[in-house]
């Protein structure tokens, strides 16, 4: 079967569009998912020929941003009609289906150059709406497509970087060195395969002969993720891994949790779980972390999240849905969901959490609301919509989440979101406002704005800040978080095109020499004794605390691909590959610029492995995206966003 590109899409978008405004089955339907997939795989991301990204072309519809990649490419932009109707030509992509596995176990541009109309379109600060969401309203293109996508010369207006750093590039052209780290990736990404009974279920988290294994020899649900990507994304698919570690790290999610004495819930994933040869029994046992050995003591929110969101992404690539039909795991499912929805005394849709419960696993002052948690939540909630069957009870859950992803989005796209507007605001920001009236409805102390913000914000561009609660705003840039709301589409599309123009504006400080920061900026001396506790591993510009990862490659490599932005991801790939294979693939790398492989980092990481293998498969097959993004929901009312006119 082969279907140009852009007719997938839009049959994509039926098909989201399609979806009844409330999840109120007939009482026989049969699983939702099923059916309303079935459009889906039309959609299938394996195409025999490998999609460029100059096969696109531009599309008004701001509902699928790969349709925008045409337009930052100066060569597409030159392109005559001719030209174009002979690419377009090239879209038709034959699409295969993915053999389904079996069950094994029961179980616009418009180059507006002047730095003025630059400042008055850059903001897109929600300040305008107060009132939440009604369902009512609608989405203009005109009010959330930012008019340009790329505006190399102008983008640069007040910064440091030559003009012509983010001209698109050529990504058909593969370079030697990426040619040869591709083939040494995949091989060092085999030999990590941690096999149980017979079976792969897992990566190992690195291989470094040097260094103490501590817990690297585990299988890390997060740290899989890229991993499971890459196999459901290389030509053909490689599922069964990622099959089997979805149904292990289920069986372990039924284990009994204690940790001294004290029982967790029962729908939390594990951290990360071993392969342990039971001489007793003669036979090989799965032993499970659940934060009870973790450093700090801590339970990971993020596993079941991830673990959701791979299920889609598995399901999406091989057509199997009756992995995600099973009752086991929809009950997997619903058992992490219900951690998160659960009644109490919360005022707002975010999800509490504690320091340490992410990637960022000890203590760096991201407990409350970090942003990393709340966009993997608003990501796995949907993925759930999709999955979740509506019999018995899944009906009333389904409603629950349904209405959990409106307020969570509101309270996101309005409380974190920092632009030069906002930002303006809140210095400004009365406090002791009492009542339902009141602006600076957190009581924020404008005093709290650190220093170093004022100078990071650009006049174009903006980021859902790091954390919200009362009277306090972490105003940190977390790259996960942002990079997931992109992908999820819990950011809006201006606002996505916003963060981009960030990274964009803010390359010397985000990517440096060694693609990406975690966090930025780091915490320094009295600000990094008291939160992270004198952590000697945190300190400034190292791991966590400002440290470059290079597996968060593929987190920007797809949210560059979404927002029509190939040629900065590819510029960042390049980045990596003049180090990453030969510094023997580091876990992160310290230094304001993120020169110095990491002073603890492990060598031979996986992660690293993976996020860079599915970066170079995105950027070369852009449709890979359609495994890991989600359209923007159509039936929740976003805020009315309109562009600042403060400049
Ligand atoms: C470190 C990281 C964590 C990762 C683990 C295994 O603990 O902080 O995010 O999952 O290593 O790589």
Redesign the pocket.
């Known amino acids: 079967m082969s279907k140009p590109l852009k007719e997938l899409l839009k049959e994509e978008r039926e098909a989201e569009a399609s979806r009844p405004p409330a999840p109120v089955p007939e009482p026989a339907a049969t699983a939702k998912f099923t059916e309303k997939d079935v459009s889906l795989e039309l959609c299938s991301p394996r195409s025999e020929k490998s999609m460029q990204v100059s096969d696109f072309t531009a599309d008004s519809d701001w509902s699928f941003d790969l349709q925008r990649l045409a337009p930052v490419s100066e060569e597409a932009e030159k392109k005559t009609t001719a030209e174009k109707d002979s690419d377009s030509s090239k879209n038709e992509a034959a699409i295969p289906s993915v053999k389904s596995t079996e069950s094994e176990e029961s179980s616009g541009t418009s180059e507006k150059s002047e730095s003025d109309e630059l400042a008055k379109s850059a903001s897109i600060s929600p300040e305008k709406c107060e009132t939440p969401p009604t369902g009512k309203v609608k989405l203009r293109s005109n009010d959330e497509t930012p008019e340009s996508v790329a505006m190399p010369g102008v983008l640069m207006k007040n910064q440091s970087v030559d003009p012509d750093f983010f001209k698109d590039l050529d990504v058909k052209e593969l370079s030697p060195v990426g040619t040869a780290m591709v083939e040494e990736a995949w091989e060092r990404l085999k030999k990590s395969f941690v096999y149980y009974r017979g079976k792969p279920v897992g990566t190992l988290?690195?291989m470094d002969p040097m260094a103490e294994a501590l817990?690297?020899n585990q299988v890390?649900v997060?740290?899989f993720f890229p991993t499971g990507l890459a196999c459901l994304m290389k030509d053909p698919a490689e599922p069964e891994i990622v099959k089997n570690f979805l149904l292990k790290t289920l069986h372990l999610q039924g284990r009994e949790k204690t940790i001294d004495n004290f029982t967790l819930g029962e729908g939390v994933l594990p951290?990360?779980f071993k392969v342990l040869y039971d001489s007793h029994r003669a036979k090989e046992t799965l032993v499970a972390d659940f934060g009870g050995s973790a450093i700090g003591r801590v339970a990971p929110v993020d596993s079941g999240f991830w673990w959701i969101i791979l299920l889609r992404s598995y399901t999406k690539c091989t057509h199997d849905y009756a992995l995600a039909e099973l009752p086991e795991v929809q009950k997997g499912m619903k058992l992490i969901l219900n951690l998160c929805l659960s009644d109490g005394f919360d005022t707002f849709p975010t999800l509490l959490c504690a320091d340490g419960c992410?990637?960022?696993?000890?203590r760096m002052g991201i407990y409350g609301y970090p942003i990393e948690i709340q966009a993997l939540f608003y990501f796995a909630l949907r993925c759930a919509m999709q999955m979740l069957k509506p019999e018995r009870d899944g009906k009333e859950l389904l409603e629950r989440i349904d209405k959990r992803i409106t307020a969570l989005s509101f309270h996101i796209q309005k409380y974190y979101w920092l632009d030069f507007t906002q930002l303006n605001n809140i210095y400004r920001y009365k406090t002791e406002e009492y009542s339902h009236t009141a602006v600076n409805k957190f009581n924020v102390m404008p005093e709290s704005i650190p220093d170093w913000v004022f100078d990071f914000m650009p006049l174009r561009g903006g980021y859902l800040i790091g954390n919200v609660s009362p009277a306090r705003m972490d105003f940190r840039w977390f790259l996960v978080g942002n990079c997931i709301a992109i992908l999820s589409s819990l950011a809006t599309p201006a606002q996505a095109t916003a963060i981009m123009e960030l990274i964009e504006a803010r390359w010397e400080d985000l990517i440096g020499e060694m693609p990406l920061k975690i966090a930025y900026p780091a915490l320094e001396g009295h600000e990094w004794r008291t939160i992270t506790g004198f952590d000697p591993k945190n300190t400034r510009w190292s791991?966590?605390n400002g440290g470059s990862w290079p597996t968060l490659l593929w987190l920007l490599t797809a949210a560059c691909i979404k927002t029509g932005r190939p040629g900065t991801a590819k510029k960042a790939i390049e980045l990596a590959e003049t180090r990453l294979s030969k510094d023997g693939w580091p876990?992160y790398y310290d230094g304001k610029t993120g020169r110095y492989i990491g002073k603890q980092a492990?060598k031979y990481?996986?992660?690293s492995i993976s996020g860079y293998l599915v970066a170079k498969m995105m950027v070369e097959n852009p449709s890979n995206l359609l495994l890991i993004s989600l359209e923007k929901d159509k039936k929740i009312a976003k805020p009315r966003l309109t562009r600042s006119t403060s400049m």
């Open positions: 988290a690195a817990n690297y890390f997060r740290d951290a990360s992410s990637m960022i696993d000890r791991y966590h876990e492990r990481q996986t992660w």
